[in-house]
């Protein structure tokens, strides 16, 4: 598992270094944002570990910079604070998980492993392609190739915008709560006032809706969100 470290604290990459390279893990290590970014940009790591506080380029801007240059890697953020408004802040600009300093590092492994094999891709096969192909109107999304076309137009999507997209597709019609989306697409039960749900909503609209003239990702007030036609 081809794992890139952004850490500038030398103890920390080294305990950590040593942790994953025991468990099979490849690892490079910078310790600067700027040269993460950089490496994150010519090579294709399984996962990211990242520090907020780096020289060079901060960890929230690094990852920021990579969505946008569509870099899907999933990103394990380590930040020594512990405000509920930092770590949702982490997830808003793209990060897929946090661990907040310190930290034992079999949670670490553990999270890392997870992260891994949540984002693997899926093994392309003609008796599972089926399975993963799913429709609503004009709408569709294969989990396998992970393409998005709506109205025959293709639609480029974030690691999160497609999963959302996925647990949407998976239920149509089905009012999904702003807990249910934080507890699949984070994992995490979040405090339900934040509004990290709201932002990638609006994110995964702004790509699949904005431009048509029917709209399917409904609000419904107080609970949460639905797919449907209005």
Known sequence: MNTLIVEDDIEIAKN?????????????????????????????????ITDIMLP???GLEMITRLRSEKIDTPVLILTAKRSLDERV?????????????PFAFVELLARAKNLVKRYSPILKTENTQAAHEFKFHDLSINL?????????????????EFQ???????????P?????ILEKI?????????????????????????????????????IGYVLKTE
């Open 16 to 48: 950590l270094m040593d942790g994953l390279t025991q468990n099979n893990f490849i690892c490079t290590h910078v310790a600067d944002g700027q040269l993460g970014f950089d490496l994150a940009l010519k090579n294709q790591f399984q996962l990211i």
């Open 56 to 58: 060079g380029l901060d």
């Open 89 to 101: 802040l982490g997830l808003q600009s793209g990060g897929d998980d946090y661990l907040v300093k």
């Open 144 to 160: 396998l190739t992970r393409e998005v076309y709506r109205n025959s137009k293709k639609i480029e999507l974030q690691a999160k």
């Open 164 to 174: 959302l997209l996925d647990f949407f597709m998976k239920n149509p019609n089905v």
């Open 176 to 180: 999904l709560s702003k807990n249910q």
């Open 186 to 222: 984070w994992g995490y039960n979040f405090d339900p006032q934040t509004n990290v749900v709201d932002v990638l909503v609006y994110r995964l609209r702004g790509k699949v809706d904005k431009d048509y003239g029917q709209t399917y990702i409904q609000t419904i007030k107080g």
